[in-house]
């Protein structure tokens, strides 16, 4: 491709050469000639760039391996770094001198060491290779998509731009916690078990002893208690408590509200790692555990489980989890093109050159019928017609005008002009209602051949021929993406999501709620309590990981859950996530002062004279703005607004706590201390109380 | 463990340029100011070697002006040539390219003072100092245009314009290889002698719209000087038969190109490529009959949608009375 330098200079040369060869020649030959040597080296330099593109460049091979720990791996861990590897072979017998590589960015990851881009020549059948080190700070899924190869000339005349797609993709699994790191050092059957819950105590293979009793045949000869037989002159049996596990079910919310977030950074990802680590820490403590995902749908369970097996699946499940994305419901078509495109640009150079995907002007054209009012213009048409073929004096009228304007204007001219100038007039006063209907029509039709409207539309097209193509739905597709506003906003969403690419979501609808408040999600959860309260044996603990703060009223399903988990004797633990910008509700009062406090006595708020001019100035756009903007320069309304939100989110925190509460469920925020070791705790708790005496 | 004082006093090296082991030479995204690009000019031995070349073929073109007796336009393209490699324009060579074209029709700067020769297209076949001069030029736009693309931009954007946030490439002067000064000397060479050889050919062969074979070689003497006017067959003039010879070498040598690399790239199209062709061919043709079946699906679904909304608002009072009606 023709790069801007290559095409001034050519330009240049050219016309040196024209001036030289046909203008100047007999001046000096000078010219013409270094202007023709010139010409011949850009040719040849074009030649061989294209010898280069061609032969080199399109069979260009990628191979990508990551490793960690030193060995190829299908998937990483967080926290730890991992080494990516690529190899570029050229098979070609041709080299290429000059050459970028760029591996693409991944999502959600830190470059640790090493350079993912590289400067340099290809030589013929060889292997160039990039080698660095990536981190993973959270659970999710890692998509390497491919590398970007650019390549020029020397001189930079010509200039090329391929992608070596090779989409793979790697479960980055939560932080890896060793079986020590988890562990309590202190004591762990020091606890009294509150009032009114009663130990479990069943004769089992345990190491505590539960009971002495008298012989029975068939009894292991081990288990006899020789002092106490010796001391009653009858065989007697020693009986010891069953080590029953102790069973964890985490519940993890996956719902689109805690998928809201700059990637690797959501909600959901705090909440996926804390269950990892949980997970981890529990199973190294031989603790059985389980695992169920809800959203606003549905529940996917697993039964909880102590193989190592189940601890991976489990981990792979919470690493899927962690990458969910929000769904783009809401988003105009225009916003998702102006992130989708420039990505299929880049992914999809040779699918979206114009050359293989192009864009006819006559598609670009308004048409006028689609408009509600586009009959009138046919209308127009029709009584034109009418008035030309029903009323002879329309017609009379117009010939007369036409000689009139004839013999006035162009009366000296020659026969033809003349005529021609006369078939004009007749033409115009005969039908000039269609004339400057049609004119209209152009105009209003050719306003799509330039500006956003073309812009926009080419870029849509071009997007869902990329989408028809991938779906394989053919023509078809590409049509029904072009027409049809939520066909292409749910297309254009699956394909941000799939490459991992945010756009920004409107939080509030055009009623000022929030949309993500995601209600349906508890009956799901409670129905996942009541399912797994179902299967369980002994005393559990169920954690709940969830966003439960602004559920208000429709909490009801989880409480009634909770009570039958409660009846039942098991634990439960909601943790509940915490946005970043919202400050703790146990910080002091006075740094988060109420709005309506702040606010009450101070007399610069508009009242009275001044509230009814506002509410006059409001009552066109421009002034509600214009009336907007001020009062938020003077009161900061930024601030007011998100005080008045915090301290809704802290009220809401509070009712959840204190409902959840009067059920025996304890509430904790996932950063008041540690959250883990909170649950650890409550399962040393539920162990304590069966084992101690 | 406390480091230990060294017992010498280290002396820097006075010849040693500290900058320039400052500045990585494999990394092409640097941006060079103007101190960094000096450094890169002067100091870095690959670089230099193409500035010396540059400055060495603007000194030719320089003497050769000035023994013509354009010493003012050697020394505007001596200035306007060390200015572009030094403040990196790159506009520079085409600068250089018209005021050579200028100072060979008026020498002395002066228009109107002009002399022309009859002869001047025979004479100046293979005239060493037109060699010379040609050569001089290829090399310094050959040099500026590397050294351009060393210190300032070497890959062009990939828009019309820059996007936002897009970075300039630089080739890395690591990169430079030992060979590649003489090579761009030795084709340049070749090339200035290839030029001479077309020029020759330009003006040696004659169009011949009669003959089996449109072109056909001049008589000794007859095309290369002006005066002669009607001895081209078809009455065309001298000119005029230049340029139908060129356009006929430019349009053959396109078309083969084009034919060689255009069946080249279909060759190596890929499988999305090639399917990307079709449908765009096939939506092409059929788009206004898809078109309008998709405004007829979608008044459909608006209307499915409508009288869903319309049914359902209609049997929830009853559903709420059936509720709420019982004892």
Not at chain 1, 109 to 128: H, K, M, N, Y
Not at chain 1, 136 to 149: D, H, I, T, W, Y
């Given at each position: 491709m023709l790069s801007p330098r290559g095409t001034w200079f050519l330009i240049a040369i050219v016309l040196v050469f024209v001036i030289g060869a046909f203008a100047i020649p007999y001046f000096s030959v000078v010219p013409a000639l270094v202007a023709l040597t010139l010409l011949l080296w850009f040719c040849s330099e074009w030649v061989l760039f294209q010898l280069r593109s061609n032969a080199a460049v399109s069979r260009l091979k990628l191979h990508r391996h990551v490793l960690q720990g030193g060995r190829e791996v299908p998937m990483v861990w967080a926290g730890l770094g991992f080494e990516v590897h690529l190899d570029i072979e050229n098979p070609s017998r041709v080299g290429i001198p000059f050459a970028v590589l760029e591996d693409r960015?991944?999502?959600?990851?830190?470059?640790?060491?090493?350079?993912?881009?590289?400067?340099?020549?290809?030589?013929?059948?060889?292997?160039?290779?990039?080698?660095?080190?990536?981190?993973?700070?959270?659970?999710?899924?890692?998509?390497?998509?491919?590398?970007?190869?650019?390549?020029?000339?020397?001189?930079?005349?010509?200039?090329?731009?391929?992608?070596?797609?090779?989409?793979v993709e790697f479960l980055v699994l939560p932080p890896l916690t060793d079986d020590e790191g988890r562990q309590r050092a202190t004591k762990r059957f020091n606890t009294l078990p509150p009032p009114g819950i009663h130990r479990l105590r069943r004769p089992g293979s345990g190491s505590e002893l539960l009971d002495l009793r008298d012989y029975r045949p068939g009894d292991q000869p081990k288990m006899i208690a020789w002092k106490a037989s010796a001391r009653r002159d009858r065989l007697i049996t020693k009986e010891f408590e069953n080590d029953v596990p102790v069973r964890c079910v985490l519940f993890l919310d996956t719902s689109q509200g805690v998928r809201l977030g700059p990637p690797g950074n959501t909600l959901l990802t705090r909440l996926g790692s804390v269950a990892g680590a949980v997970a981890q820490a529990a199973a190294a403590n031989r603790d059985i555990v389980g695992l169920t995902t809800f959203d606003e749908v549905e529940s996917k369970g697993t039964l909880p489980a102590r193989t190592k097996i189940h601890m991976i699946n489990m981990l792979r499940r919470l690493a899927e989890a962690s990458s969910l994305q929000p769904g783009v419901a809401g988003v105009a078509p225009e916003q998702l093109t102006r992130r989708a495109y420039p990505l299929a640009q880049d992914l999809y150079p040779e699918l979206m050159s114009r050359k293989v995907n192009s864009m006819p002007l006559g598609r670009l054209w308004i048409p006028l019928l689609d408009r509600k009012w586009g009959f009138l213009a046919l209308i127009v048409i029709v009584i034109n017609l009418i008035l030309v073929y029903f009323f002879r004096d329309w017609r009379f009228d117009a010939l007369n005008s036409a000689g009139r304007n004839t013999r006035l204007a162009v009366g000296n001219w020659s026969f033809f002009p003349k005529l021609l100038f006369f078939g004009a007039m007749v033409a115009w006063h005969m039908f000039w209602p269609i004339i400057l209907t049609g004119l209209f029509w152009f105009f209003h039709s050719f306003r799509g051949w330039f500006g956003n409207n073309?812009?926009?539309?080419?870029?849509?097209?071009?997007?869902?021929?990329?989408?028809?193509?991938?779906?394989?739905?053919?023509?078809?597709?590409?049509?029904?993406?072009?027409?049809?506003?939520?066909?292409?906003?749910?297309?254009?969403?699956?394909?941000?999501?799939?490459?991992?690419?945010?756009?920004?979501?409107?939080?509030?609808?055009?009623?000022?709620?929030?949309?993500?408040?995601?209600?349906a999600k508890a009956p799901v959860l409670a129905n996942a309590m009541m399912?797994?309260?179902?299967?369980?044996?002994?005393?559990?603990?169920?954690?709940?990981?969830?966003?439960?703060?602004?559920?208000?009223?429709?909490?009801?399903?989880?409480?009634?859950?909770?009570?039958?988990?409660?009846?039942?004797?098991?634990?439960?633990?909601?943790?509940?996530?915490?946005?970043?910008?919202?400050?703790?509700?146990?910080?002091?009062?006075?740094?988060?002062?109420?709005?309506?406090?702040?606010?009450?006595?101070?007399?610069?708020?508009?009242?009275?004279?001044?509230?009814?001019?506002?509410?006059?100035?409001?009552?066109?756009?421009?002034?509600?703005?214009?009336?907007?903007?001020?009062?938020?320069?003077?009161?900061?309304?930024?601030?007011?607004?998100?005080r008045s939100l915090t301290k809704q989110y802290h009220e809401s925190f509070r009712t959840l706590r204190r409902e959840l509460g009067r059920v025996g469920a304890t509430v904790v925020r996932v950063n008041d201390g540690d959250a883990v070791q909170i649950v650890l705790d409550r399962l040393d708790r539920l162990r304590g109380m069966r084992s101690r005496r | 463990m406390s480091p230990q004082k060294p017992q010498f006093e280290v002396v820097e090296d006075d010849d040693a340029i500290p900058e320039v082991a400052a500045l990585d030479r494999a990394d092409g995204f640097a941006v060079l100011d103007q101190m960094g690009t000096f450094r890169v000019l002067f100091f870095d031995p690959d670089v230099r070697n193409f500035v010396i070349a540059a400055f060495s073929a603007l000194a030719m073109i320089f003497l050769v002006l000035f023994?013509?007796?354009?010493?003012?336009?050697?020394?505007?393209?001596?200035?306007?040539?060390?200015?572009?490699?030094?403040?990196?324009?790159?506009?520079?060579?085409?600068?250089?390219?018209?005021?050579?074209?200028?100072?060979?029709?008026?020498?002395?700067?002066?228009?109107?003072?002009?002399?022309?020769?009859?002869?001047?297209?025979?004479?100046?076949?293979?005239?060493?100092?037109?060699?010379?001069?040609?050569?001089?030029?290829?090399?310094?736009?050959?040099?500026?245009?590397?050294?351009?693309?060393?210190?300032?931009?070497?890959?062009?954007?990939?828009?019309?314009?820059?996007?936002?946030?897009?970075?300039?490439?630089?080739?890395?002067?690591?990169?430079?290889?030992?060979?590649?000064?003489?090579?761009?000397?030795?084709?340049a060479a070749g090339l200035v002698i290839a030029g001479q050889f077309l020029w020759w050919f330009v003006n040696s062969v004659e169009v011949a719209p009669g003959e089996w074979f449109p072109f056909q070689w001049s008589e000794e003497g007859r095309t290369i000087y002006r005066g002669r006017r009607s001895g081209v067959p078809a009455g065309l003039t001298l000119g005029f038969n230049r340029f139908v010879v060129l356009i006929g070498i430019a349009f053959v040598g396109a078309v083969l190109a084009r034919l060689i690399f255009g069946y080249w790239r279909l060759r190596n199209m890929n499988a999305a490529e090639g399917a990307m062709i079709l449908l765009n061919g096939n939506w092409e043709e059929t788009r206004r009959e898809r078109s309008r079946l998709e405004k007829w699906r979608i008044w459909g679904r608006k209307r499915a949608k409508a009288s869903a909304k319309a049914s359902s608002d209609a049997t929830s009072p009853a559903t709420h009375t059936q509720a709420g009606g019982k004892p």
């Open positions: 960015p991944v999502v959600a990851t830190e470059r640790v060491s090493g350079s993912a881009q590289l400067f340099t020549p290809i030589p013929a059948q060889s292997t160039i290779s990039i080698t660095y080190t990536l981190k993973a700070p959270s659970a999710g899924v890692l998509r390497f998509e491919g590398l970007k190869l650019r390549v020029a000339d020397l001189h930079g005349f010509f200039y090329r731009r391929v992608f070596l797609r090779n989409p073309r812009k926009e539309l080419t870029r849509r097209k071009q997007l869902a021929a990329v989408f028809a193509l991938q779906d394989g739905t053919g023509a078809d597709g590409v049509e029904r993406y072009v027409m049809d506003d939520d066909s292409y906003a749910t297309r254009v969403a699956a394909f941000l999501q799939q490459h991992q690419i945010r756009c920004p979501i409107p939080l509030y609808d055009e009623k000022g709620v929030y949309r993500f408040r995601c209600e399912k797994a309260v179902g299967h369980a044996r002994d005393n559990e603990l169920y954690v709940i990981l969830a966003d439960l703060a602004e559920l208000g009223k429709q909490l009801a399903p989880i409480v009634r859950a909770c009570q039958v988990a409660r009846a039942r004797h098991h634990h439960l633990l909601v943790i509940v996530p915490w946005p970043a910008d919202v400050p703790s509700p146990d910080e002091p009062e006075e740094v988060f002062p109420v709005v309506a406090e702040e606010f009450a006595d101070d007399d610069s708020l508009p009242s009275g004279k001044a509230w009814k001019a506002f509410k006059r100035s409001a009552r066109n756009a421009k002034g509600r703005d214009a009336t907007l903007a001020s009062i938020a320069r003077k009161f900061n309304l930024v601030q007011i607004v998100r | 023994q013509r007796g354009s010493d003012l336009g050697g020394l505007l393209i001596l200035i306007t040539g060390v200015g572009g490699i030094v403040l990196r324009w790159s506009l520079a060579p085409i600068f250089v390219l018209f005021i050579i074209t200028y100072f060979m029709v008026f020498p002395f700067g002066i228009p109107g003072e002009s002399f022309d020769n009859r002869w001047e297209i025979e004479e100046g076949r293979f005239r060493i100092v037109d060699v010379v001069l040609t050569m001089a030029i290829l090399v310094y736009v050959a040099c500026h245009y590397r050294i351009y693309g060393i210190s300032r931009q070497a890959i062009a954007f990939e828009g019309a314009a820059r996007r936002r946030g897009e970075p300039v490439t630089r080739r890395p002067p690591a990169l430079i290889t030992a060979t590649e000064l003489s090579t761009l000397l030795v084709v």
